[in-house]
């Protein structure tokens, strides 16, 4: 079992940046691969970021590669997802994912656990 919690959401402006955490309880958290989810309003679920056990792959939705890294500290338990040059159509709840097994995963239904979910607001 592993439960998440997400930080880091908040407001920014066009072209800022925020730098979102996902910390995972559990001994286990090396074992698993880590995704990036969000949800704007009145929009269905939609892959973001994935990244591997090991950190050494990873995988972005088109609308934010380029602008956006996700990385992982096993050490800590945590994943990150820094998001630069956001823009208005990034406004959405972010949620971190946990799937069983090692290799990571752009479908949400192959993910296992998921946290609440942070809010990200882009202004214009």
């Known amino acids: 079992q592993v439960q998440l919690v997400e930080s880091g959401g908040g407001l920014v402006q066009t072209g800022g940046s925020l730098r979102l955490s996902c910390a995972a309880s559990g001994r286990t958290f090396s074992t698993y691969a880590m995704g990036w989810f969000r949800q704007a309003p009145g929009k269905e679920r939609e892959f973001v970021a994935a990244i591997s056990w090991s950190g050494i792959t990873t995988y972005y939705a088109d609308s934010v590669k380029g602008r956006c890294t996700i990385s992982r500290d096993n050490a800590k338990n945590t994943v990150y997802l820094q998001m630069n040059s956001l823009k208005p159509e990034d406004t959405a709840i972010y949620y971190c994912?946990?799937?069983?097994?090692?290799?990571?995963?752009?479908?949400?239904?192959?993910?296992?656990?998921w946290g609440q979910g942070t809010q990200v607001t882009v202004s214009s």
């Open positions: 994912a946990a799937r069983n097994g090692r290799i990571s995963a752009i479908r949400d239904y192959e993910y296992d656990y």
